[in-house]
């Protein structure tokens, strides 16, 4: 990351993204233009604190390609706005311009117009595209009839409404193609490359990448299918250090990934070869690694060359399911990924009352399936099904998903048909040990006293556990109308092992209206307060009250 600056104040704020960033570097020479042009031919990215006129005439002799030239955002003398102006979404101009924003306290400025009005871009899908992008981009912002083509389902973020599945009548128009075959373009047709082909190759030892290369072009094209649907290139693991494929695949851009003889045998292939099982241990390397790694269908048998040998399969689409951790409900906590998977997704389920907390992130387009509470197993198995059926999908949950919340059930429906992405969040215990002080500086033990999935005797068991570990101890579901006892019981197995001038705090709505911050003792709390909105911590014996904060010291000797 080049950053240029000529005044005082510019490099004092550009001392301020220094700090922060290790790859950052204020880029010195003789003049401003000078600084520019050296960070443009050696940096991703370019944060200019200068007028935009001066480095749009300074850089427009060097523009070449948005794939490949470096992001610029352009920052006023008084770091009030962090203007994206070279590189968009497409070079992440648009997402360095809002890091900028958030270190400078600066209005960050964006002007592509996909991000604008918060649709995806097609060149931001993370796959490649190819065609009339700008025209069916164009159409896409404009509200005209898109017809949707896909081989499969694939996992793609929301589309607007105007962007729907063909019906079939044939009607001009504009076109988004989602497919792994060469089609012919033309300029109202935009095409995507799903990762959906995989090549398994076999080689002879110390076989030129020119060979693997040749064959493996030859073999795409005379099957009609693009490279830029490539996965990866796929081999037995005694290849793994094969020069001429390694080279192969670093040349196309795609991992190379190997598999274990036992695991290539296991593999049943149309053209099985005992002299390969004689070599490598596996009647097929090239057919038997095409198919390996998923649902698999083999499209082009073995090709042979001198040295090398290429199959191609197409695999199955796979579902994506993010489980994504809100955090306890200002919006200000929620992680910036879980803001990026809730716009990946083109389905998001969760409980009402937090689907309302999410939907000014939610692209146009997103399909909501919202329901309320007592009907976490419903939701987890219908964000399992919506993932399993090929779509892209975010199941939300408060705190963190892991944390007693959805990941659990989720999980336990999600098979391998289902890519799953785990976001973490900022839990309900942390934000209430930040409001508290520092209660959780040493050993401290997560405890529900819910029974409606654990017997009682169980929790008991737990909580005694934890009174008698000395941990500090953070109660989730401590109690509701109907679970008023749980409770106090539980406070009584905590006081019985440790002095009742133990401090213990309790967190009503953490970070949302009506927070409310409460500090007792074991002795002097009274458990009518708290209810299913609280987070109530027991300190530890060594847990202390200092300057109207909840302080567990972690026991450092300088303490002493």
């Not at 009030?80 to 809002?98: D, K, M, S």
Request: aromatic letters at 4%; charged letters at 20%; hydrophobic letters at 50%.
């Amino acid at each position: 990351m080049g950053l240029v600056a000529v005044t005082a104040a510019g490099r004092r704020h550009a001392r301020i993204l220094a700090d922060a960033w290790p790859d950052a570097r204020l880029v010195d020479a003789d003049s401003a233009a000078d600084a520019l042009r050296e960070a443009w031919t050696r940096c991703d990215g370019i944060v200019a604190f200068l007028a935009t006129g001066a480095v749009v005439r300074i850089l427009a002799p060097l523009l070449g390609d948005k794939r490949t030239d470096p992001a610029v955002v352009v920052v006023d003398e008084a770091a009030r706005h962090a203007v994206a102006l070279l590189g968009g979404h497409a070079g992440g101009a648009n997402a360095l311009a809002a890091d900028v924003g958030a270190l400078l306290d600066a209005a960050p400025v964006v002007t592509t117009a996909t991000d604008a009005v918060g649709l995806p871009g097609l060149d931001t899908l993370g796959w490649p595209v190819e065609g009339a992008v700008a025209a069916v981009s164009r159409a896409i912002l404009d509200g005209e009839p898109v017809a949707l083509i896909a081989d499969a389902t694939w996992p793609l973020p929301a589309l607007p409404e105007n962007v729907r599945p063909a019906d079939g009548s044939g009607e001009a128009g504009y076109r988004l193609l989602v497919t792994d075959r060469v089609v012919p373009l033309d300029g109202r047709t935009a095409v995507l490359r799903p990762p959906s082909l995989v090549a398994g190759v076999g080689a002879s030892r110390g076989v030129p990448a020119a060979e693997v290369r040749g064959l493996l072009d030859r073999v795409l094209a005379e099957a009609g299918l693009s490279p830029a649907s490539l996965r990866h290139l796929a081999s037995a693991d005694v290849k793994a250090d094969e020069a001429g494929i390694r080279a192969t695949a670093d040349a196309v851009r795609v991992p190379l990934v190997t598999w274990s003889a036992a695991e290539l045998a296991a593999v049943d292939v149309p053209n099985p070869s005992e002299v390969v099982r004689a070599a490598v241990g596996t009647p097929s390397v090239a057919e038997a690694a095409a198919l390996l790694g998923g649902d698999a269908e083999l499209l082009v048998p073995k090709t042979a060359t001198a040295m090398a040998t290429v199959a191609v399969a197409r695999h199955t689409p796979r579902g994506r399911l993010a489980v994504v951790g809100l955090g306890p409900g200002a919006p200000d906590l929620r992680t910036p990924r879980a803001v990026a998977e809730l716009r990946r997704a083109a389905v998001v389920v969760g409980l009402d009352q937090y689907v309302d907390q999410v939907r000014d992130v939610l692209r146009p387009g997103t399909r909501v399936l919202a329901s309320g509470l007592g009907a976490e197993e419903e939701r987890a198995r219908a964000a399992v099904a919506e993932a399993a059926a090929g779509h892209a999908v975010a199941l939300i949950g408060s705190g963190d998903a892991g944390v007693y919340a959805m990941a659990s059930p989720a999980l336990e429906y999600a098979d391998e048909r289902i890519d799953v992405v785990g976001v973490p969040g900022v839990t309900a215990a942390l934000a209430a040990g930040a409001l508290l002080g520092a209660p959780l500086g040493h050993d401290h033990a997560y405890l529900s006293l819910s029974d409606l999935h654990t017997p009682w005797e169980v929790i008991v068991r737990r909580v005694t556990a934890a009174a008698e570990g000395d941990f500090v101890a953070l109660l989730y579901n401590p109690r509701s109308r109907a679970r008023d006892w749980q409770l106090p019981e539980a406070l009584r197995i905590l006081a019985a092992h440790r002095p009742p001038d133990t401090p213990v705090g309790v967190v009503r709505n953490a970070s949302r209206d009506g927070e409310r911050v409460h500090l007792a003792t074991l002795a002097t709390l009274d458990p009518a307060m708290v209810d299913m909105y609280s987070v109530v911590v027991v300190g530890s014996s060594r847990t202390r009250v200092v300057a109207g904060r909840m302080v567990t010291p972690r026991g450092y000797r300088w303490r002493e």
